[in-house]
């Protein structure tokens, strides 16, 4: 399978050393075998229609911060560039989220798709400013788009809510989607400031470079349309949300919170209206989990509620969605 990988940071990364680690075992149970023939950073290109060499791109990368050093031609043609003049079965777009346009991923993605090529995006931007008409493009196209590390990274949230819980009518749902919101809130609430959580919290390299991504709630409203998108089947987009983030949560509101034996933390609900803001959530509550946990909790007609929680972010485990991803491609592909 060829792939085009959009966007060469800690998950691009991350995903051609499981491609290299896991090779034998891919082909061997599910006949895979992952052929990238063309990746692009923010510096530069690789392009090879027979295959690059997987070992040789991360010590490219790591040597000189771009993939263009690789060799070669081709090395300074543009993400559009690629998609137009390469040809490839799967588009994966790891570009940084952007929620103004959109840009560079939006384009990526519909280039994409016009020409014929399966997109997975890990890239939530596109998806929380177009989700409706994307779905309409692939269907159009009639290629496949899957994103299912956008929302809990390596926990299979989306999956679970759709194909777990397919024979139900999920009625509502809320959840800890923003995993850096919930590690300052975790700290706030042992005696930390919330300066001095949200240092740490940078110090660890939990905060997106725009820190507004995460304070101001816009990752997880992004994530709370994609939900909703997805799994309520309903057409919304970010200006849907009514989103307040946790840069005015103070001490004495955690203090108060622990009074009534309660936790504040940043949730994104979908009932009747589609909210994110900071709420008290009882600490035996299975919502109410600390650190950098993510938790969701989907109601339905007959089961009741029922959590699920995992780590929502990193390299690895984002990787391994995009990883599950393709192999649902590949069986779809083999099913036709």
Known sequence: MRIILCGFGV???SLVKLFESRS??????YGLK???VGVFDSKGSAVNSSGLELNKLIEVKKKFGTVKNYGGTKNSMSGIDMLKNVEADVLIETTASNYKDAEPGMTHITTAMKKGMHVISVNKGPLALAFPSLMELATYNRVMFK???TVGGGTPILDYAKNSLSGERITSFAGILNGTTNYILTNM???TSYEDALKDAQDKGYVEADEALDLDG???AAKLVILANWIMGMKVTMPDINCTGIRKVTTEDIKKAAKN???VKLIASCNKELIVAPKEIPNDDPLCVNGTLNAIAFTSEHSGTQTIIGRGAGGMETASSILRDLL????EIART
Do not use: H, M, W
């Not at 034998?24 to 149970?29: G, I, P, R, S, V």
């Not at 649902?328 to 069986?331: E, G, L, S």
């Open 328 to 331: 649902d491609i590949r069986q």
């Open 261 to 263: 034996n309660c936790a």
């Open 24 to 29: 034998e075992d891919l082909y061997a149970k």
């Open 34 to 36: 992952p052929r990238v």
């Open 147 to 149: 994103f299912s590390g």
């Open 11 to 13: 998950v691009g990364q």
């Open 189 to 191: 609430a042992t005696g």
């Open 218 to 220: 816009l990752d997880a």
